[in-house]
C-alpha cells in the first residue's frame, strides 16, 4: 500500500494534524497534508503517539492498535462467551447465571435484554456476552480484537457433542481462548456426563481430572445446580489468564450489537475494551459516529462511565453501525464525522458494487 497522506492518518488516530507535521518534522520529514507518509513512518509515528497501527484493507484504512506501559495497567473482569449446539441450555444457563448474580430484592429488575449482562461473585465482576451471530465474531478476529477472554462450552448430557458443539471448539480453536466446559441437564434420566468427556478427547478437549487442560463443571441449568461451581470455576480461569487494561485512556472497544429503536434513535451496544468511556465523549463507531447523549448499563440504569470490560449501551449516534464493528473515543467531532462519513460512503460504493456483480451475474445465468 502507499500509506496514508498526513491528513488521512491524523484523522484515522483521530489527534490534530499538525501534531503530525511537527513530530515527522521531528524526524526530518517535512511533509505537507496532502503528501503520503508511507507505512514505515505511518508506523514510527503511530508508535511515537503511544500507538500501533495496521494495514486492515486495501483503501489506506488502518486499525489502531494501542499499546500501554505496564505500570498502566489494571486488572480487568473476563468476557465470556457462552457457546454450544442449539437446544443444550445457552440461553437457560445464561438466564440462571443472571439470577444468581442478582441480590434478592433486585430480581425482576432486569427487564432489559441488550445482549450482554455483568454477574458479581463476591465483589468480582464476569461480563457475560449472548452467543451473537458467528459473523459479528469473525469481523472482530479479522481485525485481530479478541472480544472474548473465555467460551462456555454447554453440552447436554443426554445429547452428547453435535455438530455446532464441534463448530463451537473449532472457533475456540481459531481464536486461542480456552474453554470451560458446562455439562448442562445432569438432572435428565439420561444424563451420562462421562460420555460427554469422552466424546470432547476426540476433539482435544481433555478434562483436568484426565491430565488435559481444560475445566468441566456438571449443572442443571433448568434446576440451578452448581452455577455458583460453573462461576468460580470461570473466575479461576480468568485468573490464569492475567487479564488487564488500561482505564486511564480514551475509550476504545467494540459494538456487538446495534439496532434502530422508535424512540431512542440509533442504539448501539458496546464492549469497552481499553479506557474509560464518558457521556459526551465523541465516538466514532464502524461508519456511525455522534457525542454519547446518554450510558446505560445492561440493568437499564443510566451510568457516568463504563470501564474495560464493561458492556453499555450508548445512545447519541447519527446512524446504527454493524455488530462487530470497532468504536473509538475522538478528540475531535469534525475528526470523528469525517471518518465516519467517509466509511459510510465506502460501504455504499462497495454495496453498489457487489448489487451490480449480482445482477451481472444474474444475467449471465439466464443466457
Ligand atoms: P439453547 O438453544 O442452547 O439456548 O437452549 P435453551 O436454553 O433454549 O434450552 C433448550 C431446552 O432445554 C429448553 O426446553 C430448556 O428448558 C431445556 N433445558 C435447558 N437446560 C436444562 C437442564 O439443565 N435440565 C433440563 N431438564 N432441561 C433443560
Ligand atoms: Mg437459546
Redesign the pocket.
Known amino acids: 500500500p502507499q500509506g496514508a497522506t498526513v491528513a488521512k492518518f491524523a484523522e484515522i488516530l483521530g489527534v490534530q494534524p499538525n501534531d503530525v507535521i511537527k513530530r515527522l518534522f521531528m524526524l526530518g520529514q517535512v511533509l505537507t497534508l496532502t503528501q503520503s507518509m508511507g507505512d514505515e513512518l505511518v508506523e514510527l509515528i503511530a508508535d511515537d503517539m503511544g500507538r500501533k497501527v495496521r494495514v486492515v484493507s486495501p483503501e489506506e484504512e488502518y486499525a489502531v492498535v494501542y499499546h500501554d506501559r505496564d505500570e498502566d495497567l489494571k486488572p480487568r473482569p473476563p468476557v465470556v462467551t457462552v457457546m454450544?449446539?442449539?437446544?443444550?441450555?445457552?440461553?437457560?444457563?445464561?438466564?440462571a447465571i443472571r439470577d444468581t448474580g442478582v441480590a434478592a430484592g433486585e430480581a425482576g429488575g432486569i427487564t432489559q435484554h441488550i445482549g450482554a449482562s455483568v454477574v458479581n461473585i463476591d465483589g468480582r465482576k464476569i461480563t457475560f456476552i449472548d452467543t451473537p451471530g458467528h459473523e459479528a465474531f469473525t469481523a472482530m478476529r479479522a481485525r485481530g480484537a479478541q472480544v472474548t477472554d473465555v467460551i462456555v462450552l454447554?453440552v447436554?448430557a443426554?445429547d452428547g457433542v453435535m455438530p455446532q458443539t464441534v463448530e463451537a471448539i473449532n472457533h475456540a480453536k481459531a481464536a486461542n481462548v480456552p474453554i470451560v466446559v458446562a455439562v448442562?441437564?445432569?438432572?435428565?434420566p439420561g444424563a451420562n456426563p462421562d460420555r460427554v468427556r469422552q466424546e470432547l478427547t476426540e476433539y482435544e478437549v481433555i478434562p483436568e481430572e484426565w491430565g488435559g487442560k481444560n475445566m468441566f463443571v456438571e449443572?442443571?441449568?433448568?434446576?440451578k445446580?452448581h452455577i455458583d461451581d460453573l462461576l468460580e470455576t470461570i473466575l479461576l480461569q480468568a485468573d490464569v489468564l492475567e487479564l488487564k487494561a488500561n482505564p486511564d485512556a480514551e475509550a476504545s472497544g467494540f459494538v456487538i450489537e446495534a439496532n434502530l429503536d422508535k424512540g431512542r434513535g440509533p442504539v448501539a451496544t458496546v464492549l469497552v475494551h481499553r479506557g474509560t468511556l464518558h457521556p459526551g465523549d465523541v465516538v466514532v463507531a464502524g461508519a456511525s459516529y455522534g457525542r454519547v447523549r446518554a450510558l446505560i448499563d445492561p440493568r437499564g440504569k443510566h451510568v457516568d462511565e463504563a470501564l474495560p470490560a464493561d458492556p453499555v449501551e450508548i445512545l447519541g449516534l447519527n446512524s446504527v453501525p454493524t455488530a462487530g464493528d470497532e468504536f473509538r473515543v475522538f478528540e475531535d467531532e469534525r475528526d470523528a464525522r469525517k471518518l465516519a462519513e467517509e466509511r459510510a460512503l465506502r460501504a455504499r460504493l462497495a454495496e453498489q458494487e457487489t448489487k451490480s456483480h449480482v445482477s451481472l451475474d444474474d444475467l449471465f445465468s439466464r443466457i
Not at 449443572?219 to 434446576?223: E, F, I, L, N, R
Open positions: 454450544g449446539h442449539v437446544d443444550h441450555g445457552k440461553t437457560s444457563l445464561l438466564d454447554v447436554a443426554d448442562n441437564k445432569i438432572d435428565k449443572v442443571s441449568a433448568k434446576q445446580l
